[in-house]
């Protein structure tokens, strides 16, 4: 596309050179990313907790297991407010993983409007619990001869004994041919991942600038490094900078998906019809962290970012969030 300005194009590398970054500039872009985390948690306290316990009635099985989630992104989150140092990389690589998966449950869950979802979620839940259980009584029994399962697993042992026949017929009806299922679904998480991406379309791009199947392609894969205890993937000759950036990106990820969480959540309990300032509210949400990434890492300003700042600050002067009012509970029942 022609410059019809006439002045310097985009990769002029005189108009734009390259960023040059020390410990300190590092250590700021960090600190901004993980300003997000803050308040992320905010809107937890002063949103989300406050809707939730504005509902009233009985819930469904399925709004309890959505309240499930959100308790594990709740639970996430305030874990990585405390994971302030590039030393806590394995902790918030960790966080930003097990986002990504519970970001995809939701979705599917929300999503479905039958039970099957719902189903397999619970029943998969089950199938851990009596897998784990097999392992210990198996175990024993490779012994030769097999021995007794010790006294302080008697309760495991039990639990198997008790749940061998419908935890084997429940894998059969919902997983055939699948002896070892390591999803609900039967499938794996990328194939769950696309599916989520088709389910609530351009949303996902729109609050994580990506879409699901895109980020497990680029940055999950990588977070394994962090994760596994095997191998030195993601430490072999990376500098402490690279990995202060690392933690702030974890931050960012982590933040997004929680936002998104949030939003399925309110919706699933239609509590975005009792606010239609919600969606804006997000808005101004998201603009909020990026307002407090730019403020702590004036290095990574580029041209026009001091105006663009100026106009985020002008345009969304209100509160990230607003207090919860009180709402009508409009599930059906």
């Known amino acids: 596309m022609a410059n019809k300005s006439n002045g ?20 700021n872009a960090a600190d901004g990313m993980f300003a997000s985390v803050t308040l992320v948690h905010d809107y937890i306290e002063k949103r989300m907790d406050p809707s939730i316990v504005m509902l009233i009635g009985d819930r469904t099985p399925k709004e309890n297991y959505v309240l499930g989630l959100y308790y594990l992104v709740k639970g996430w989150m305030q874990t990585l407010k405390k994971l302030n140092e590039p030393k806590d990389i394995q902790a ?11 970001t995809v449950d939701l979705i599917h869950l929300h999503k479905d409007e039958t039970a099957e979802t719902l ?33 302080k697993y008697q309760e495991l042992e039990d639990y198997f004994r008790k749940n061998q026949a419908g935890a084997e017929r429940a894998r059969r009806e919902l997983w055939p041919n699948i002896n070892n299922p390591q999803r609900w679904s ?11 991406d088709k389910l609530l379309g351009h949303h996902i791009e729109q609050e994580t ?9 680029t940055e999950y894969r990588k977070l394994h490094w962090y994760v596994h205890g095997s191998g030195l993937s993601g430490y072999w000759n990376i500098s402490a900078d690279a990995l202060s950036l690392m933690c702030a990106m974890g931050f960012w990820w982590s933040c997004d998906l929680a936002m998104l969480c949030f ?7 239609k509590i975005t019809k009792a606010d239609e300032e919600l969606h804006n509210e997000w808005a101004r949400h998201r603009a909020a962290r990026g307002i407090a990434f730019l403020e702590r890492a004036p290095k990574l300003h580029s041209p026009g970012t001091a105006q663009a ?18 709402i009508e509970d409009d599930r059906d029942r």
Do not use: H
């Open 8 to 27: 310097p194009i985009a990769d002029d590398p005189i108009e734009n050179p390259q960023i040059q970054l020390n410990a300190d500039d590092v250590w």
């Open 92 to 102: 918030i690589m960790t966080c930003t993983r097990s986002m990504v998966e519970i």
């Open 119 to 151: 189903t397999r979620m619970v029943e998969f839940d089950r199938w851990q619990k009596y897998r784990s259980a097999r392992a210990v009584v198996t175990f024993y029994g490779r012994f030769d001869p097999p021995q007794a399962v010790p006294d």
């Open 186 to 196: 039967g499938k794996n998480l990328l194939d769950d991942v696309k599916t989520a």
């Open 209 to 217: 600038g990506s879409s699901l199947e895109e980020f497990y392609e």
């Open 263 to 269: 939003q399925v959540i309110l919706t699933e309990f």
């Open 309 to 326: 700042l100026d106009a985020a600050r002008a345009e969304f002067a209100g509160p990230a969030f607003v207090e919860a009012k009180p």
